[in-house]
């Protein structure tokens, strides 16, 4: 649904001016008024704040044509620019509703249209429609993010080609301290069906939270400590289904209540639950049976290949958060709780080999089916705090804490085999200040601690306790039509272990950034920065146990070596984007260029041990390019039908400096979609081309290309007490082999064939 049903009626601000007096008015919602509203003019270095009537002044300002950057609550922005004269009228603001999210994540609470870094926002309506079964394929339709796939159960986000430890997963701004970072087959755990809110910045996010956001960030926001009152008890309840495809069964329950005038509660819960997937053909691509020389050469032999369902595929997710929250006249304290219970399957490890039999013929022998799944828990307490002072240099503080208890333990073939496990602290602090010479901005201080250990079959990883201690500072400053930004971090990283003396090291990051605004409808952003990133646990440490045999990593079905000597990683990036707005056209490109210094990564070694390849860890200067382009015209036609269509692209290509390929780069893609509203009906049609990926590394296997047809239909229903959103979409309707070429397994485990899932979402 457009932004407009989650925020509709209309804004006014009534504007009155006294010729000495300065200028007064009136923020309304509803014919509400809005309180505590904060109201920025930036060119003139002015902020005023709504009282509880929802009236603002600004003394010192005559008359004159100004831009008010308004942000009324939590979720929104508003830029509008207005003609402020002695006998203004209101300001209606009710159509703008382009680009109006604001992006948490910025200490700065900018929206996307002031961002310098190129942002992409899904809302809460969008997520009802692109939900998945883990976050990497709820966001892998955004331009320049993809999917790591490790099956339904598990996968790894991918910005612009980077994913692993150079993405971080945050949940309300504090990194989720799981294991995700360490294997492509660990869970990120983050739950979409609880996510209010999924903003995704591109490019180095460094000096915002360290080096594990070199590539990029994804912060999910819920609704799990309120910041603002709530008028009265609301909720929400969503199920959906699915065919046989997934046969997926979930269902989510969301509870807001105000306790009191000031104390606020949240109570959720979900469940999902999907089998074994179908898949349109063989698991094993046609490039690996040739390799092996497996492929069928009859439908005899053809049964002797796992065809037609991804083995091992199936997923169990349970969870429950609730959050209390309490509301001061300066801001609001808030504690929150998730408790998540995930058991899924890692595919990819039924397979065949190839036999003798007497006369020397080969033959086909199927292995007795080879069953890894990975059971999870996940306990996580999350305390967050502002406090806004009343005209002093510091505007307000921000505080916030995480601690995650992490588990998961490993099954093969039913026995416990590894046990990995995280108990992680975060702090972060972020102070923000008032105009001071031209400038405003945020100072802040990010602390973490994590205990990571893996005991078991699998344990190549040495455990570890990781200490990082991160300071920055982020400026800005408004020149006219131009935003200027410019920041600075240094962080402090400690690995301590057992087996080696602690390893520790400074990074210093830099940035600037500008958004230039051309005229009412084009606006420039350019961001430069330049990043390190130190090495991680698992970088430095694995297989590195002083062990006569090397342990192998079944997920990725490898054996990888750890290099302690590895030194700080440094990422050049250069970024210049367009952003173009009008009624009925908006458009977006972004160009990125990134030089990374002493690039970590691993490197196909050339030996096999049991027929499994050895990587080995190595640092060597690469280089990322790229682009994300979209247009978009709206528009209605004579039978009150309203329309969107929209082109989109993306393309990376990463070389290290020999001229060889870094290894699991999507290939390029675009697409057309059209969006469809008449009523209280909606529709979208999206198709999407994937080209084949041939820049391969050594070691790689081509990617084909394939075409990704989907389709989504809905009815809204709004009653006198309740909004009723029923649903149904279909996804892979050409039930092409879709294969992830920045996953791991991508030669055994391709993405699910042609799916239906139908579902009604009821908010009261």
Request: hydrophobic fraction near 35%.
């Amino acid at each position: 649904m457009r932004l407009i049903y989650t925020f509709c009626g209309c804004l006014l601000a009534a504007v009155t001016f006294a010729a000495d007096d300065g200028v007064s008015g009136q923020l309304l919602l509803k014919q509400n008024p809005i309180k505590q509203a904060d109201i920025y003019i930036h060119q003139q270095g002015l902020k005023t704040t709504t009282d509880h009537q929802g009236f603002f002044r600004f003394n010192t300002l005559t008359a004159g044509e100004y831009e008010l950057d308004i942000k009324a609550g939590e979720q929104h922005h508003y830029n509008v620019r207005v003609a402020l004269t002695a006998d203004s009228k209101p300001i209606e603001l009710s159509t703008f509703v382009l680009d109006d999210l604001v992006v948490s994540a910025h200490p700065l609470d900018h929206n996307q249209l002031r961002m310098t870094m190129p942002v992409e926002i899904i809302d809460e309506d969008q997520l009802v429609m692109n939900r998945s079964l883990s976050i990497d394929q709820t966001v892998n339709q955004v331009a320049g993010i993809q999917s790591g796939s490790f099956g339904a159960g598990a996968g790894q986000v991918v910005i612009r080609g980077q994913q692993g430890p150079r993405v971080s997963v945050l949940t309300n701004g504090i990194n989720n301290q799981d294991a995700a970072a360490v294997s492509p087959d660990h869970w990120v755990s983050s739950e979409s069906l609880l996510a209010s809110q999924v903003e995704v910045i591109k490019g180095p996010a460094t000096l915002l939270y360290g080096g594990g956001a070199v590539g990029g960030l994804v912060n999910v926001v819920d609704q799990s400590i309120a910041t603002a009152p709530l008028d009265a008890f609301k909720g929400a309840f969503e199920t959906r289904f699915s065919d046989n495809t997934l046969n997926e069964r979930a269902g989510v329950l969301s509870l807001n209540a105000p306790l009191t005038e000031r104390l606020m509660g949240h109570l959720s819960y979900f469940y999902n639950e999907t089998d074994d997937y179908e898949i349109p053909g063989y698991a094993e691509s046609h490039y690996l049976r040739e390799m092996h020389n497996h492929e069928a050469h009859d439908d005899e032999e053809a049964h002797n290949h796992e065809y037609g369902q991804l083995a091992n595929s199936a997923v169990r997710t349970s969870g429950l958060q609730t959050g209390l929250s309490w509301l001061t006249d300066n801001g609001y304290w808030g504690i929150s709780f998730q408790d998540f219970d995930r058991k899924y399957g890692i595919p990819g490890h039924n397979h065949l080999e190839e036999g003798h039999d007497e006369h020397t013929e080969h033959k086909q022998e199927t292995h007795e089916d080879h069953r890894v799944w990975i059971d999870l828990d996940k306990q996580a307490f999350q305390l967050r705090g502002l406090h806004r002072f009343d005209g002093r240099f510091f505007t307000q503080i921000k505080s916030h804490y995480g601690y995650t208890d992490y588990q998961h333990i490993e099954f093969d073939n039913g026995d416990p085999a590894t046990t990995f496990s995280n108990e992680g602290h975060q702090m972060r602090l972020e102070l923000s200040h008032q105009h001071r010479f031209g400038f405003e901005g945020v100072w802040g201080l990010d602390w973490s601690n994590s205990d990571f250990s893996a005991l078991g079959e699998e344990a190549y990883i040495v455990p570890a306790t990781t200490d990082k201690l991160g300071l920055f500072a982020l400026e800005e400053r408004q020149f006219g039509d131009l935003h200027w930004e410019l920041g600075v971090r240094a962080d402090r990283q400690k690995i301590s272990t057992d087996l080696f003396p602690d390893h520790s090291e400074t990074a210093l990051s830099f940035s600037t950034g500008f958004n230039i605004k051309l005229s009412e409808r084009f606006s420039v952003p350019i961001h430069l920065s330049s990043a390190q990133r130190l090495a991680t646990a698992e970088e430095l440490y694995s297989n590195q146990s002083n062990i006569d045999e090397l342990i192998p990593h079944l997920a990725t079905g490898s054996f990888e070596i750890g290099n302690p000597d590895l030194k700080a990683e440094v990422s050049n990036n250069f970024d210049i984007g367009l952003k173009y707005r009008n009624e009925q056209w908006s458009a977006n490109a972004n160009i990125f260029y990134n030089q990374m210094d002493d690039f970590i990564f691993l490197a196909y070694s050339g030996q096999m041990i049991d027929e499994w390849p050895v990587y080995e860890y190595h640092q060597q200067n690469a280089t990322f390019k790229g682009f994300e382009a979209d247009v978009a015209y709206s528009f209605d036609d004579t039978f009150n039908n309203q329309w969107t269509i929209k082109l989109f692209s993306d393309a990376t290509t990463a070389k290290l400096n020999t001229g060889d390929y870094v290894p699991r780069i999507p290939a390029n893609r675009f697409g057309l979609s059209a969006d469809w509203w008449h009523g209280a009906w909606s529709a979208q049609l999206k198709t999407t081309r994937v080209n084949k990926q041939d820049n391969l590394a050594l070691g790689e296997l081509p990617t084909d290309a394939y075409t990704n047809v989907d389709f989504s239909l809905n009815l809204l229903q709004l009653t006198a007490h309740n909004e009723w959103l029923w649903f149904i979409k279909a996804n892979n309707l050409l039930d092409e082999d879709i294969r992830d070429h920045a996953s791991f397994i991508k030669d055994k485990a391709p993405r699910p064939g042609r799916s239906i899932t139908a579902g009604v979402r009821v908010s009261f």
